[in-house]
């Protein structure tokens, strides 16, 4: 059996051209882009990256990738992330390793995002994966308490019996929706809570291509109209 990831994520890494400035995401998925990449390197290509979580970092690094401090940067060439659902118009949910906020400002950054899906992570409407939200701790559960009034039930993430904190110093709380139908609308109400610093919802037009691996071996390139290539 071939790891769908792995497929989907070396498709990814042969649109990567030297000199480009690559933002990498985080997650299993990413685990397999990043390696490749530092194939790339080893074998004389020469980039430079952004790494959308502590993680990553050190993870690149391991590989022999080169690390810019994005403070200095305005425009990255091309991104690469995993994701925890993709849905027909290609709007995502991300964040369920909490890394949503430097993926998303990395995303929108970029000329170019390919995100990296197994099969299993499409679906036809958004929502079966709770929704990652990451929030400042100050006035938290009054946060959360207007999460809820937007029809969720709500969970505020653990790690170890303690609360989850991000990269940034936040927490995520884990907001089940069931099914999102109209998540760009969603998103900008989430977004108007005080408290809130990102939702995990990707709006479908920053999205450049879905590349999707399957189990036996295949790797699709999705338009924007469906699943069915
Ligand atoms: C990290 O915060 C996430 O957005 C990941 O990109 C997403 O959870 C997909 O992860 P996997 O590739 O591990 O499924």
């Known amino acids: 059996m071939m790891d769908a ?29 990043i390696q490749a990449l530092g194939e790339k390197v080893k074998g004389g ?27 200095q940067h305005t425009q990255i060439d091309l991104s690469i992330d995993g994701a925890d659902e993709v849905d027909a118009q290609h709007n995502l949910i991300k964040g369920g390793g909490g890394a949503l906020l430097r993926e998303k400002i990395i995303a ?12 299993t992570k ?11 939200v990451e929030i400042v701790p100050f ?25 989850f904190i991000t ?6 709380v884990d907001c089940a929706f069931e099914t999102i139908k109209e998540p760009e609308i969603l998103d900008a109400k989430i977004r108007s809570i005080p408290g809130v610093v990102v939702s995990g919802l990707f709006d479908h037009n920053k999205v450049s291509q879905v590349i999707v691996g399957r189990e036996n071996g295949s790797v699709s390139l999705l338009i924007p109209e469906g699943f069915g290539c």
Not at 167 to 172: A, K, S, Y
Request: charge should be neutral; include cysteine.
């Open 5 to 33: 990831k792995k497929q989907a994520a070396e498709k990814a890494v042969s649109f990567i051209q030297e000199g480009m400035l690559i933002g990498l995401g985080t997650g299993s998925t990413a685990y397999w882009a």
């Open 45 to 71: 290509m020469h980039i430079t990256a952004v790494a959308s979580s502590v993680a990553t970092e050190e993870l690149a690094k391991q590989c022999g990738i080169t690390l810019v401090d994005f403070t």
């Open 108 to 119: 929108y950054n970029s000329k170019s995002f390919l995100v990296i899906v197994s099969e």
């Open 122 to 132: 499409l679906v036809h409407y958004l929502g079966k994966f709770p929704l990652p």
């Open 139 to 163: 006035g938290a559960a009054l946060t959360i308490k207007n999460l809820q009034a937007l029809g969720c039930t709500t969970q505020l993430r653990q790690k170890e019996g303690k609360d």
């Open 167 to 172: 990269d940034n110093g936040n927490l995520v």
